[in-house]
C-alpha cells in the first residue's frame, strides 16, 4: 500500500489511543540512545554500535508513529476533516503539506527501519 495522506491518516486513527505509549516508547528510546553512547566506552565497541542502532531505530519509529497521530488523526492538523473546513488558496496549501508530510515521514521511516542493519554490520565489521 502507498504511503498517502490517506494511509497515514488512518494509521493515525488507530493509533489515537496508543499517544501516551509512544511518548514513553520515545522518551525511554532518548535515554537509552544516550545511555548506549555513555557506555561505548566500556561496551565492546560492536555491542555499542548494535545497541545504539536499536535503539535510535525505536526512537524514528515511535517518533514517526506520533507525528503521525499529530498530523494525520482526526484531531491532526493535516487529517481530511481539517482540510476540507478550509477554502480556497488555504485548502490548497493544507493539500500540498499534507502530501508532503507523507513524503517526509515516508523518508523518516525508510532510515528508522535502515538503521539498525547498518549498524549490525558496522558493528559486526569492526569486531
Known sequence: KTMTP???ETIGNRLLS?????WVVAVASVF?????ISLE?????????VMFGGLLSALIISWGLLLTTY???SEGSLSKGSIE????NGRTAKV?????AS????LWFASGVLVLPVMLWRGVSNA
Open 18 to 22: 496508543n499517544r501516551k505509549t509512544l
Open 103 to 106: 513524503v517526509l515521514l515516508s
Open 71 to 73: 498530523w494525520f488523526s
Open 96 to 100: 500540498i503539506f499534507s502530501w508532503y
Open 6 to 8: 490517506t494511509t497515514y
Open 85 to 88: 473546513q478550509l477554502e480556497g
Open 32 to 36: 537509552g540512545v544516550a545511555t548506549s
Open 41 to 49: 566506552p566500556i561496551l565492546s565497541p560492536a555491542i555499542a554500535l
